[in-house]
């Protein structure tokens, strides 16, 4: 059983980067053919597919976000990372992290963690 843990800051300010890693266990981000996946949901709207790192390590990006948007790993320690830089209120959400089948809005996700609040404010 694939299991994926949020952790980082609860709490950004205004135009700081917002940094959260995810830690996977019961299965390698190395093999299979797997996207590691960030995804948000800001309060009171839908889940915005953020981007995604491949089992081989390349990197996808939401068109919107991807100018803020960092997405990488540690594969010693079965991880893999979201920095989204330059934050503002409007990027307040609870952010995931799920393994889906595809790095695109929508793909199939066999696994997604709990999620973490981050809240951006001064």
């Known amino acids: 059983q694939v299991q994926l843990q949020e952790s980082g800051p609860g709490l950004v300010k205004p135009s700081q980067t917002l940094s959260l890693t995810c830690t996977v266990s019961?299965?390698?981000?190395?093999?299979?053919?797997?996207?590691w996946t960030w995804i948000r949901q800001p309060p009171g709207k839908g889940r915005e597919w953020m981007g995604a790192?491949?089992?081989?390590?390349?990197?996808y990006y939401s068109p919107s976000l991807k100018s803020r948007t960092s997405i990488s790993r540690v594969t010693s320690k079965n991880q893999f990372t979201l920095q989204l830089s330059s934050v503002t209120p409007e990027d307040t959400a609870v952010y995931y992290c799920?393994?889906?089948?595809?790095?695109?809005?929508?793909?199939?996700?066999?696994?997604r963690g709990k999620g973490t609040l981050v809240t951006v404010s001064s």
């Open positions: 799920a393994r889906a089948r595809g790095p695109f809005q929508g793909a199939v996700e066999d696994y």
């Open positions: 019961g299965g390698s981000i190395t093999t299979g053919f797997h996207y």
């Open positions: 790192i491949g089992f081989g390590g390349t990197t």
